[in-house]
């Protein structure tokens, strides 16, 4: 075996030394007039070639590219605009997006904004869309951005390949009336699964544990880089912004924050009325949580993901990984003031409808392990019909031992018994969660796991809302 074990025991905690993504952004001092935050921790943020203020209008081209993910070894990936991941793309709430396409890989491909709730016909669904052909097609995105809020784009054709070998971004929408923070930092937690025989990217559904609990990555990444990557820095007192995305390909993320205290502020669909305190996150794929952490003093402050992986004496234990770390010193500052404004209240909402969704597999003689809704797989005929406006409680059931982090596209959700909207749940193994779906927004909506091997092997399908 050469340098990867197959579990997550080799995890080198200092491996990203080498990495270069740079903190960036200048010195966010108290501005007079709102100015676009410089988000740290991508390597880069998509130019608006438009001088218009009220539209973002970019280039986004699919590519291959060569990647070193900071563990001193390149190998050919996708990127976007040459990167991985892909540039950030930014805007303010009610910005019209236009995004000139470029698909340069070998494979046809869409891209899809997820948790934008725009119209069907830009959300990249390869069930609307005709996909961008290889080699040099093109299509122009272009929508206008509802919310402010913290979201991704990735493909929705053979997603599971493509997002793992390295078409992925990050989407922020700001909204003026937000504080200001000391920075806002964007974090996109991922894994990858290097083949230890290659120290390549290794071979798609190859394996029966892929077909069964999804794609799950041998080295945990950070940004595009080995975790945790280089330091951060920032100094006592200072107040931050982070936006955390979980863009692994079925990984859920548990995570912890030490050296710093923190709250959730947003979820899927951003800002929460009540942002609440915890001590641990749990990101399922898809996901999104924004944070505001506060430096109190001096030291290391490390967001762990907790792992399984084997100690010394072989056993399969927890281990807490560091996967970004910032080291807070220097001169301390005064804490700024964070005054989040009030929310309107939520309109009252009454439920005009309840449906289910039951989530299993078989195995099929013929096809194999295919994942299923309802008892169907890869299903082409829209699941439910639902009317624009309607408010509808579905109750998610598992009927097997595997997680599905159910996402829906173009809509929001309440998650009964926790605070927030969502546009993606985790329904863990053998268990029903109750969502109220919100669903105003009308189109046609895939309605998927999230564990990209699963939505491969069936578990696909589709709303309407007319
Ligand atoms: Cu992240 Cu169907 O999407
Ligand atoms: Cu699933």
Known sequence: MSRYALLLSFLCLGCGEAATTP????????????????????????????????????????????????????????????????????AEVGDEVIVHFENHTWDETTV???????????????????????????????????????????????TNEQLEMGLVGTLVVHDRQDPVFDAERVIALDDILIDPSTDEIAPFLAFHPELVHGRSGNVLLTNGRVSPGPDHEARPGQVERWRIVNTANARTMSLSLTGA?????????????????????????????????????????????????????????????????????????????????????????????????????????????????????????????????????????????????????????????????YDTVLVGGSATVEIIAHLDNPGRWMAHCHILEHAELGMMSEIVVE
């Open 112 to 158: 899809h904004w997820h948790g934008l709730r725009i119209s069907d016909q830009m959300d990249g669904s390869p069930r609307i869309q005709e996909p961008v052909a290889a080699d040099g097609g093109t299509f122009t995105y272009r929508f206008v951005v509802p919310e402010a809020g913290t979201f991704w784009y990735h493909p929705h054709v053979r």
């Open 261 to 421: 205290s923190m709250r959730v502020v947003g979820t899927d669909a951003g800002r929460l009325a009540e942002p609440f305190e915890t001590t641990r996150l749990e990101l399922p794929v898809g996901q999104r949580y924004d944070l505001e952490v506060r430096y109190d003093g001096p030291g290391l402050v490390a967001l762990q993901s907790h792992v399984l992986g084997r100690d010394g004496a072989g056993d399969i234990v927890e281990m807490a990984v560091p996967v970004y770390v910032v080291d807070v010193g220097g001169d301390a500052v005064e804490p700024r003031e964070i005054v989040w404004p009030e929310l309107p209240a939520p309109e009252p909402r009454t439920i005009d409808r309840e449906v289910e969704m039951s989530f299993d597999a078989i195995d099929d003689p013929e096809l194999g392990i295919l994942w299923r809704i309802n008892g169907e797989a890869h299903r082409t005929e829209p699941l439910f019909t639902f009317g624009r406006g309607e408010t509808v409680r579905m109750t998610l059931r598992n009927l097997n031992g595997q997680e599905h982090p159910f996402h829906l596209h173009g809509q929001f959700f309440e998650v009964v018994g926790r605070p927030g909207l």
């Open 23 to 90: 903190d960036g952004g200048g010195d966010a001092a108290s501005e007079p007039a709102w100015s676009t935050p410089a988000l740290r921790g991508p390597e880069a943020a998509l130019e608006d070639e438009n001088p218009d203020p009220d539209v973002v209008e970019v280039h986004l081209r699919a590519e291959l590219i060569e990647v070193d993910l900071g563990d001193g070894t390149t190998r050919e990936m996708l990127g976007y605009n040459g990167l991985f991941p892909g540039p950030v793309l930014q």
